[in-house]
């Protein structure tokens, strides 16, 4: 049993004067396997949020399911395993962290000293003790996001949705949260992980989904999506003796830099065959590797439309804005 799964799932909204229908999440399919971590990844409208949404029961789909651990999101049930943390944490704001940590163990069922023991130690994992007792409205937006981190993982959820969890934090916050949830993932819990930092992203992640334009553009492991992206080149030579650089054959707008007596050249790879034929005799190679790509760049070029990418476990998806 897989632990999130959306089947055909689609969600229309009425906006504006005329309540004109806008379909946000078109036909999205995925399936997140049980102890995995996967990336869903956009800008800015893509739909991440509404779909986060669904899967945890704020809001109905218009079309089709989505299913947490078997049971659809639309039963109240599916809840009982499920951690969440939305981009901008609310709280009762004249309640302090233990007060208000106290009120949702209560909602889980928890209660007497197996309760107190959690809130201390997810309090003391975040490094929230010493303000404990402080009320949240006194709190900065990083403080708010570590209590909101303790109220997600509070029940020990073996599902655990996060929708931007870095979003306030300082790189010292940022760096530790980040390490809690690897310590989750290490756990065998599933991570359902939303963030703009796409580094943030490769590390956590074992998969990704890319959504640009109401559509997943590009869908599987990232080391595969990674190195099917790179798709250049990098040679650096010496020329031979009597041979000036401009005596090469070269691919039409490509050119060389030099470094002292070395010379670099791009080449996308279906042009550096050639390349090698045609200058054989002119140049020694010093080295010769494949342009590697980050996520971001991989993220930036579907979002641009520079290179149309899906891999071969990606049904024609669409998504969510």
Same mark, same amino acid.
């Given at each position: 049993?897989?632990?999130?799964?959306?089947?055909?799932?689609?969600?229309?909204?009425?906006?504006?004067?005329?309540?004109r229908q806008f379909e946000a999440v078109k036909g999205?399919?995925? +399936?997140?396997?049980?102890?995995?971590?996967?990336?869903?990844?956009?800008?800015?409208g893509a739909g991440k949020t509404s779909t986060i949404? #669904?899967?945890?029961?704020?809001?109905?789909?218009?079309?089709?399911?989505?299913?947490?651990?078997?049971?659809?999101?639309?039963?109240?049930?599916?809840?009982?395993?499920?951690?969440?943390?939305? %981009?901008?944490?609310?709280?009762? +704001?004249?309640?302090?962290?233990?007060?208000?940590?106290?009120?949702?163990?209560?909602?889980?069922?928890?209660?007497?000293?197996?309760?107190?023991?959690?809130?201390?130690?997810?309090?003391?994992?975040?490094?929230?003790?010493?303000?404990?007792? &402080?009320?949240?409205?006194?709190?900065?937006?990083?403080?708010?996001?570590?209590?909101?981190?303790?109220?997600?993982?509070?029940?020990?959820?073996?599902?655990?949705?996060?929708? %931007?969890?870095?979003?306030?934090?300082?790189?010292?916050?940022?760096?530790?949260? /980040?390490?809690?949830?690897? %310590?989750?993932?290490?756990?065998?819990?599933?991570?359902?992980?939303?963030?703009?930092?796409?580094?943030? #992203?490769?590390?956590?992640?074992?998969?990704?989904?890319?959504?640009?334009?109401?559509?997943?553009?590009?869908?599987?492991?990232?080391?595969?999506? #990674?190195?099917?992206?790179?798709?250049?080149?990098?040679?650096?030579?010496?020329?031979?003796?009597?041979?000036? &650089?401009?005596?090469?054959?070269?691919?039409?707008?490509?050119?060389?830099?030099?470094?002292?007596?070395?010379?670099?050249?791009?080449?996308?790879?279906?042009?550096?065959?050639?390349?090698? /034929?045609?200058?054989v005799q002119k140049i020694t190679i010093v080295d #010769?590797?494949?342009?590697?790509?980050?996520?971001?760049?991989?993220?930036?070029?579907?979002?641009? %439309?520079?290179?149309?990418?899906?891999?071969?476990? +990606?049904?024609?998806?669409?998504?969510?804005?």
């Amino acid at each position: 049993m897989s632990a999130i799964r959306l089947d055909n799932l689609r969600k229309h909204y009425r906006t504006g004067f005329w309540m004109r229908q806008f379909e946000a999440v078109k036909g999205i399919s995925l +399936t997140v396997e049980q102890g995995e971590s996967f990336g869903f990844v956009g800008p800015n409208g893509a739909g991440k949020t509404s779909t986060i949404k #669904v899967l945890a029961g704020l809001q109905s789909a218009t079309s089709g399911d989505a299913f947490i651990n078997g049971i659809s999101c639309s039963n109240p049930r599916s809840r009982e395993h499920l951690g969440f943390l939305p %981009e901008r944490p609310y709280f009762y +704001t004249h309640l302090t962290a233990k007060e208000v940590l106290r009120l949702y163990g209560a909602l889980f069922g928890m209660k007497g000293q197996v309760l107190t023991d959690r809130i201390q130690s997810l309090l003391a994992r975040v490094e929230m003790t010493q303000f404990a007792d &402080v009320a949240l409205g006194k709190y900065s937006k990083g403080m708010l996001q570590r209590v909101g981190l303790c109220q997600t993982l509070l029940h020990d959820p073996d599902v655990i949705l996060l929708d %931007e969890p870095m979003s306030g934090l300082d790189p010292v916050g940022r760096a530790m949260v /980040r390490d809690i949830i690897l %310590e989750e993932k290490q756990a065998g819990r599933t991570v359902f992980f939303c963030s703009h930092v796409l580094s943030d #992203v490769e590390t956590i992640c074992q998969r990704v989904a890319i959504l640009v334009k109401g559509e997943i553009r590009s869908m599987g492991a990232i080391a595969d999506l #990674v190195t099917a992206a790179d798709s250049r080149m990098v040679c650096t030579f010496q020329m031979v003796e009597d041979y000036p &650089v401009e005596s090469l054959n070269l691919p039409t707008d490509q050119q060389p830099t030099a470094k002292a007596d070395l010379w670099t050249l791009v080449l996308a790879k279906s042009d550096f065959a050639l390349f090698l /034929r045609d200058n054989v005799q002119k140049i020694t190679i010093v080295d #010769v590797h494949q342009e590697r790509k980050s996520l971001e760049d991989l993220f930036v070029d579907m979002v641009l %439309e520079k290179s149309p990418h899906t891999s071969s476990n +990606t049904n024609t998806l669409g998504v969510l804005a």
